[in-house]
């Protein structure tokens, strides 16, 4: 479902004299339908920027990263949106919102852009709430006051609202309690259970232990230094 064939990746750094640095060099990976792949590797190995690779948000210099059939390095901006809107799920660390629109909103959206009715979008969103512990007085407000924890939440139901076939989850239980911890390990197991391809990144080793199938260590992507 997601397969990345010799990706590379270096950032050139315009304001510093374009000094150029090489960060992923011919990283090759697949995962299939229903496996959960952890991305590990020191800090700095490039974790997050692989992550960001996957979904678009930074740019390829080459190689190609499939998933189903679209290949995001080639692939124009409208057909990343539509991909992103049905096949590929991503839950950051960090909630980011529209002021004002309200939680249950927040979560029914990427239900309500692929054309399902309010009502059917919004049970799910309730479903999902309820699930993982949202009282229902801040349902009809905006998660932008909420603490960190439960605006992670939001953006966990927000996330697992479509049942997307691949899904990036970048440390969906860093600052959660353990009960909140244990259902989000919960949904993340329902997806696989559905097929998804998942890969992810948690400093939680518990939690990578207990929800991932295999570890790709970044590191062996690092490009040797040049003496
Ligand atoms: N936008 C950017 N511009 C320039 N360099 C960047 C950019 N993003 C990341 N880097 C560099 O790429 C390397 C990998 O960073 P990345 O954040 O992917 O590592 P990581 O493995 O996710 O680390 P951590 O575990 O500390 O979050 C670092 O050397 C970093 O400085």
Redesign the pocket.
Known sequence: MITLTDVSKT?T?HNQGSAV?A?IDKANLTVAPGECVALT??????????MRMIYGN?LTQSGSIRIGDVDLVQAQPRDVIALRRAKLGYVSQFLRVVPRVPTLDVVAEPLRVLGIPAPAAQDRARALLTQLNIPQRLWGLSPTTFSGGEQQRVNIARGFAHPYPALLLDEPTASLDPHNREIVLSLIADAKARGAAIIG?F?DAEARDSICDREID?GAFTPQAVA
């Open positions: 950032f750094l640095i960060v590797g020191a800090s700095g190995a490039g974790k997050s920027t692989l930074y990144i400093h970044v």
